[in-house]
């Protein structure tokens, strides 16, 4: 069992930046691909960013190419994801998950990012 705790939300202004945290424990971290995805109030969660269990590819939503990037720590048991040049569109509650070869089978609790125009 996987636990995923996120970290680093909060106020933003437009153009600015926020680097959230998701600290995992209780599991093997290398083997799970990790991911953020994120939802907005009245929207259905979307997802924002990945990055493979082997090799450390990325991918990303089109709404976040360009300004979004995803990292992983091995060593900390942490992945991480730096939002630059953020949108009032990009308010949301931003969660962290875990895939094994077929679902994103853990998930954290969410973390809050407000981003004002």
């Known amino acids: 069992q996987v636990q995923l705790e996120e970290s680093g939300g909060g106020l933003a202004q437009a153009g600015g930046s926020l680097r959230l945290s998701c600290a995992a424990s209780g599991g093997t971290f290398s083997r799970y691909s990790m991911g953020w995805f994120r939802q907005a109030p009245g929207k259905e969660r979307e997802f924002a960013a990945r990055i493979s269990a082997i090799g450390g590819t990325t991918y990303y939503a089109d709404s976040v190419k360009g300004r979004f990037t995803i990292s992983r720590d091995i060593a900390k048991n942490t992945v991480y994801l730096q939002m630059n040049s953020l949108k009032p569109e990009d308010t949301a509650v931003y969660y962290c998950?875990?895939?094994?070869?077929?679902?994103?089978?853990?998930w954290g609790q969410g973390t809050q990012v407000t981003v004002s125009s």
């Open positions: 998950a875990a895939r094994d070869s077929t679902n994103w089978k853990y």
